[in-house]
C-alpha cells in the first residue's frame, strides 16, 4: 500500500485493509523512518483509529530510542480521538473510535511521559499538545508554564493550548500582540474559541 497515495486520497476513499497496513508500518522498525512518521500520521484519522493503533501509537511514544520527530507525530495523532472520546463520552459505543480503556490509558501515559525529564523537548511539546484535547486538572500548570517560557517553540506550544483549556484570557490578548506570526495565530484561534469580545 503506497502511504503517499493514501496522504492525497480522502480518508473516506481509503481502500479496506489500511488500518492494518498503517499497523505493520508503525510495528515495523525496520520500515524507513519517513514511511513510519507518514503512518503514525494517517493513524491518527477517525476512519482507521482503533485501539490496536492506540496501542502501537502509545508504544512509539515511549521509545526512548525511537526518533523524536515519530515519537512527537505519534502523540499528536492520539489528540483527535482524545477529543472526541472526551466530548461524546462512552454512552453510545459503537460511536466511539477508541474503547473507555484506550481513553484512560493515553491520558495516564501521556501525563507520565510529559513529567519525565528524560522526555525530549520536541516530544513533551507535541504529548502537551495532544493531551490537551481532553484537559484534565494537571494541565493548567503545564499550559501556564509553557506560555510564560522564553523558549519560543515552548510559548507557541503553550497558546496553542490555550485553545483548549479554559481560564488564559490574559495571557492570550498579550499574545494577540506577538511579532511571532505562528504564536498570534494561535492566539487568534484561541480568541476565537472561547468567543473573547476583548479581542
Known sequence: ???????????????????AALLGI?????????DR????????DFTV??????????????????????RGQAALSLGPALEHV???GFEDESDAPISERSFHTIQESLRELF???????????????????????????AVRAAGRSDDEAWKLTGVFCMRFVRGFDDEILQALGS???????????????????AA
Open 86 to 88: 472526551d466530548t461524546d
Open 179 to 197: 511579532k511571532n506570526p505562528d504564536i498570534h495565530y494561535e492566539a487568534v484561534c484561541a480568541a476565537g474559541q472561547w468567543g473573547m469580545e
Open 115 to 141: 513529567t519525565d525529564a528524560n522526555t525530549p523537548k520536541e516530544v513533551r511539546r507535541r504529548i502537551l499538545e495532544a493531551s490537551v484535547r481532553a484537559p484534565q486538572d494537571w494541565h493548567q500548570d
Open 26 to 34: 508503525l510495528r515495523d522498525g525496520q520500515a524507513p523512518e519517513s
Open 49 to 70: 483509529i482503533d485501539d490496536d493503533l492506540v496501542d502501537a501509537l502509545l508504544a512509539i511514544v515511549r521509545r526512548g530510542d525511537a526518533p523524536e520527530e515519530l
Open 1 to 19: 500500500m503506497k502511504l503517499e497515495i493514501l496522504k492525497d486520497t480522502p480518508p473516506w476513499d481509503w481502500p479496506e485493509g489500511t488500518a
Open 37 to 44: 512518521i507518514l503512518a503514525a500520521e494517517l493513524a491518527g
